[in-house]
């Protein structure tokens, strides 16, 4: 359920010197009262997340509610406004629009979304990107450094976690068919995804390298690469995999997009369409609204 990707040894030592410092600062100054007032960012969050989709938008240091192993920061209050109107844009909203009314997001997506403002590291120096516990909860890291003018850089910390950990919800309550478990079945390595190189993964038929690890890490990652990813970038994917991974990608792909539409009448092609065309516009959208 968790993704984890490798980062250099000098942002790692720079953000665990970062985070020690911040730990022994805070502590208990980011604590909400739960008599406090609410906030306008509080408010609006009830208004476009609790209101109409019955989610959680935590963003305090309060709402880490564990992960004790990582020395972890607060999201920025402007970030997480940023990020709350982009997550709402570009996928809650993404999905309304293919699904034709909210009650899918409703019904299915995590209850909580948790932002924190540092990455989270585990012993071996992997970067956690983000973590997703019994469908309940998806917490999202490194918020302090987005850039929203890098959408790849987006897709890559928040975006394709967020589909990934949603795709294992819908399959879970619903499950694929069995012939998607046969294409890969003798390949997929666990914890050895680490060791091999993107091209590597591709050739072998793995959108990612993570997708190797496991037969569900594969499925929900063609569903996220694909939606995430215009025409160009897929077809790109494809080509780097060559004469091998290219179809069998190609055929987990088409299993993946006849799941959606029978159990779930989604167009995976209209959803990509719909994300990417709103790609497009971020840039005409007002991120810091609380309207
Ligand atoms: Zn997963």
């Given at each position: ?94 999905y309304?629009?293919a699904t034709?009314?909210?009650?899918f ?65 819908l ?56 939606i ?29 997009s006849?799941y959606l539409r029978e159990s779930w009448e989604i167009e995976i092609t209209e959803l ?20």
């Amino acid at each position: 359920m968790k993704r984890l990707i490798k980062y250099t040894l000098i942002s790692l030592v720079a953000f665990l010197m970062v985070s020690c410092s911040e730990d022994s600062l805070s502590s208990t100054s980011m604590i909400k009262d739960p008599q406090v007032e609410l906030n306008d960012f509080d408010k609006w969050i009830l208004k476009r997340y609790t209101d109409v989709y019955n989610i959680d938008f935590k963003y305090r240091m309060e709402d880490i509610e564990s992960d004790m192993n990582y020395n972890l920061v607060p999201s920025e209050y402007n970030k997480s406004i940023i990020m709350s109107n982009m997550v709402k844009y570009l996928c809650l909203e993404a999905y309304d629009q293919a699904t034709g009314g909210t009650e899918f997001i409703r019904g299915y997506f995590p209850k909580i979304l948790v932002l924190i403002g540092s990455p989270a590291y585990r012993n071996n120096g992997t970067m956690v990107l983000g973590t997703a516990e019994g469908g309940r909860k998806i917490t999202l890291y490194n918020i302090n450094l987005m850039n929203m003018n890098d959408i790849e850089q987006l897709n890559d910390w928040y975006f394709r976690t967020i589909h990934h950990e949603f795709a294992h919800i819908l399959h879970q309550t619903k499950p694929y068919t069995t012939d998607f478990k046969e294409i890969s079945a003798a390949n997929y390595v666990t914890d050895s995804w680490k060791d091999k190189t993107d091209l590597q993964a591709l050739q072998e038929g793995f959108i990612s390298r993570y997708a190797s690890s496991a037969v569900d890490e594969d499925f929900v990652e063609v569903f996220s690469f694909f939606i995430t990813s215009t025409p160009e970038v897929w077809n790109g994917f494809i080509t780097d995999a060559g004469s091998t991974g290219g179809p069998i990608i190609e055929t987990k792909l088409s299993i993946v997009s006849s799941y959606l539409r029978e159990s779930w009448e989604i167009e995976i092609t209209e959803l990509r369409d719909i994300i990417t065309d709103r790609v497009d516009k971020l840039d005409e959208q007002d991120l810091t609204s609380l309207d």
